[in-house]
């Protein structure tokens, strides 16, 4: 301590300040720059360092270039990592409340979603896994989920017997067993391999995700099914985040609101666009479900809601179906 005392008046007898090491902040994803989250994550790093300039030093890994998507929420939780933003299907281990996301049918669009997440049972789920030291800074967008395979899947039957590669979910799991069809849980990282040697025949996914990892050239047929959403969790190690001094605190809050706004703005605008992009392609079909096919695909989920009822709440998925309009 007294030789870094003298080291630093010797410093200051020549003019020089003392610069304090920055904050680093790792920020690890694992989809593309240029999709909604990775957007998102970009605009966090710009937010922070420009808020807190010298002192602040955000480290934005995408594509899994630090951790998978098995991994990741790991990770945070022994602290080498400072942020991640898991897909709400990763949250089983931790809550069974989040489970309410992954029901398929649930919401009838993304103003849906925005409703419910900002209501209040919405944001109590930022915060009821800090005793596990996970803390919630809020929902991301991606999108709604659209299926595809290698055969048009209009109705439930169509798809029996094929294997869908799903998140690690016990909800999405149950929705497809629901239709006779085998679920298989692989990392994200993995699915276009997966789909091109037919370790799988199918997958679900937003339009972005689908574009970005070009599942569309290793996919026949492309459902605007809208069954589900994939939306993220913006979460940090609890421990750390308390840890922080408060106006650093304070400040990397302000600057995630803004990031995760803006975020979900990029997503909006460009569901439509990515989905554009497919069709341009013209490497997949895309095909529309009409009035019947969605009700007989929602009728046939019906049993999802009653397996699951108890772990997430009645009342939870009563206020979530509330959001519709």
Same mark, same amino acid.
Request: aromatic share 10%; hydrophobic share 40%.
């Given at each position: 301590?007294?030789?870094?005392?003298?080291?630093?008046?010797?410093?200051?007898?020549?003019?020089?300040?003392?610069?304090?090491?920055?904050?680093?902040?790792?920020?690890?994803?694992?989809?593309?720059?240029?999709?909604?989250?990775?957007?998102?994550?970009?605009?966090?790093?710009?937010?922070?360092?420009?808020?807190?300039?010298?002192?602040?030093?955000?480290? #934005?890994?995408? !594509?899994? @270039?630090?951790?998978?998507?098995?991994?990741?929420?790991? +990770? =945070?939780?022994? &602290?080498? /990592?400072?942020?991640?933003?898991?897909?709400?299907?990763?949250?089983?281990?931790?809550?069974?409340?989040?489970?309410?996301?992954?029901?398929?049918?649930?919401?009838?669009?993304?103003?849906?979603?925005?409703?419910?997440?900002?209501?209040?049972?919405?944001?109590?789920?930022?915060?009821?896994?800090?005793?596990?030291?996970?803390?919630?800074?809020?929902?991301?967008?991606?999108?709604?989920?659209?299926?595809?395979?290698?055969?048009?899947?209009?109705?439930?039957?169509?798809?029996?017997?094929?294997?869908?590669?799903?998140?690690?979910?016990?909800?999405?799991?149950?929705?497809?067993?629901? #239709?006779?069809? !085998?679920? @298989?849980?692989?990392?994200?990282?993995?699915?276009?391999? +997966? =789909?091109?040697? &037919?370790? /799988?025949?199918?997958?679900?996914?937003?339009?972005?995700?689908?574009?970005?990892?070009?599942?569309?050239?290793?996919?026949?047929?492309?459902?605007?099914?809208?069954?589900?959403?994939?939306?993220?969790?913006?979460?940090?190690?609890?421990?750390?985040?308390?840890?922080?001094?408060?106006?650093?605190?304070?400040?990397?809050?302000?600057?995630?609101?803004?990031?995760?706004?803006?975020?979900?703005?990029?997503?909006?605008?460009?569901?439509?666009?990515?989905?554009?992009?497919?069709?341009?392609?013209?490497?997949?079909?895309?095909?529309?479900?009409?009035?019947?096919?969605?009700?007989?695909?929602?009728?046939?989920?019906?049993?999802?809601?009653?397996?699951?009822?108890?772990?997430?709440?009645?009342?939870?998925?009563?206020?979530?179906?509330?959001?519709?309009?």
């Amino acid at each position: 301590m007294k030789l870094k005392l003298v080291l630093a008046s010797a410093l200051m007898a020549f003019g020089l300040s003392v610069q304090a090491a920055p904050i680093i902040i790792k920020y690890s994803h694992v989809v593309a720059d240029q999709t909604p989250k990775g957007q998102a994550a970009i605009k966090f790093k710009e937010l922070a360092e420009k808020k807190f300039p010298g002192k602040v030093e955000v480290q #934005v890994f995408p !594509n899994s @270039q630090l951790f998978g998507d098995g991994k990741e929420m790991e +990770a =945070l939780i022994l &602290g080498d /990592v400072q942020i991640i933003a898991p897909s709400l299907s990763k949250f089983g281990k931790y809550t069974k409340q989040l489970q309410v996301f992954d029901l398929p049918f649930l919401f009838d669009d993304i103003a849906a979603v925005d409703r419910f997440q900002e209501s209040k049972e919405g944001q109590a789920m930022l915060t009821s896994m800090k005793s596990k030291g996970i803390l919630g800074l809020g929902y991301l967008h991606n999108g709604m989920k659209e299926l595809s395979a290698n055969k048009p899947l209009g109705y439930p039957a169509d798809a029996k017997g094929l294997k869908f590669r799903i998140q690690a979910s016990d909800v999405i799991e149950a929705q497809f067993k629901a #239709v006779g069809a !085998n679920p @298989q849980k692989l990392a994200f990282s993995e699915v276009y391999q +997966a =789909l091109q040697t &037919g370790v /799988v025949d199918g997958q679900e996914n937003t339009w972005s995700n689908i574009y970005s990892k070009k599942f569309h050239e290793v996919q026949g047929y492309i459902m605007d099914s809208n069954h589900g959403v994939i939306d993220y969790m913006v979460i940090t190690n609890s421990k750390w985040w308390d840890g922080l001094p408060a106006d650093i605190r304070k400040g990397l809050a302000e600057a995630m609101t803004e990031s995760i706004k803006f975020g979900n703005k990029v997503a909006l605008e460009e569901s439509d666009s990515f989905r554009q992009k497919v069709i341009d392609d013209k490497k997949a079909k895309v095909l529309t479900m009409n009035k019947e096919q969605v009700a007989a695909w929602r009728k046939a989920m019906m049993p999802v809601y009653k397996q699951f009822e108890a772990e997430i709440g009645a009342s939870l998925i009563q206020a979530a179906q509330k959001s519709n309009k």
